[in-house]
Antibody, heavy 132, light 113 residues
Framework: QVQLQQWGAGLLKPSETLSLTCAVS????????WSWVRQSPGKGLEWIAE???????NHNASLKSRVTISRDTSKKQFSLKMTSVTAADTAVYFC??????????????????????????WGQGTLVTVSA | DIVMTQSPDSLAVSLGERATISCRSS????????????LAWYQQKPGQPPKLLIY???TRESGVPDRFSGSGSGTDFTLTISSLQAEDVAVYYC?????????FGQGTKLEIK
């Protein structure tokens, strides 16, 4: 049973860099896409970025210029860095996992792996507040 | 980006009664190649992360009580709780995974009447 435990600084000043890390336990680091999702009263749940075990990444275009997602397979950890934070980045940040599943494609006559799925596993969340 | 819109924003239902939450997407979530709808439902209680309830629009996650069911296709989907229990008080979210970025509905707050 894969579990996620996250940590990072909870209080930042405007223009500082947000840094969060999530550790994976109870299962393999491969076979999943590891994501960061944030939740704020104003914007609800917002997917930020993801990385898989081989280092392939996807980003939300709205945040891509400020976001770096990375992973350390030896430690089974993945991390988020977001630069130049403002009050608008105040939110609860969750790490989350999407398991790669095989999906049937009729026109191809075969199953293919797909990581863009549902978020089956979540970390406990970290409240990040940006305030001068 | 695909926009997910839930209705209502809040809902009060008596214990034992049926609760119905709707979710509409700005484009179809039905992939014709495999006849699957790329939609999930989550339950979130205060101070907790979202919990997966349903995926592929109607497949219940392991361990989720069978009073929770999902239905719909294309752009219109429904989460139904057949007999509301006190522990079902929460905010419910739909989420598409048809393409990137995955996006969520704004949430529906479910309370006891």
């Amino acid at each position: 049973q894969v579990q996620l435990q996250q940590w990072g600084a909870g209080l930042l000043k405007p223009s500082e860099t947000l840094s969060l890390t999530c550790a994976v336990s109870g299962g393999s680091f491969s076979g999943y896409y590891w994501s960061w999702v944030r939740q704020s009263p104003g914007k609800g749940l917002e997917w930020i970025a993801e990385i898989n075990h081989s280092g392939s990444t996807n980003h939300n275009a709205s945040l891509k210029s400020r976001v770096t997602i990375s992973r350390d397979t030896s430690k089974k950890q993945f991390s988020l860095k977001m630069t130049s934070v403002t009050a608008a980045d105040t939110a609860v940040y969750f790490c989350a996992a999407r398991k790669e599943v095989l999906v049937w494609f009729e026109e191809l006559g075969k199953e293919l792996p797909r990581g863009n799925n549902w978020f089956a596993i979540w970390g406990q969340g970290t409240l990040v507040t940006v305030s001068a | 980006d695909i926009v997910m819109t839930q209705s209502p924003d809040s809902l009060a239902v008596s214990l034992g009664e049926r609760a119905t939450i709707s979710c509409r997407s700005s484009q179809s979530l039905l992939y014709s190649s495999n006849d699957k709808n790329y939609l999930a439902w989550y339950q979130q209680k205060p101070g907790q992360p979202p919990k997966l309830l349903i995926y592929w629009a109607s497949t219940r996650e392991s361990g989720v009580p069978d009073r929770f069911s999902g239905s719909g296709s294309g752009t219109d989907f429904t989460l139904t709780i057949s007999s509301l229990q006190a522990e079902d008080v929460a905010v419910y979210y739909c989420q598409h995974y048809y393409n990137t970025p995955p996006t969520f509905g704004q949430g529906t707050k479910l309370e006891i009447k």
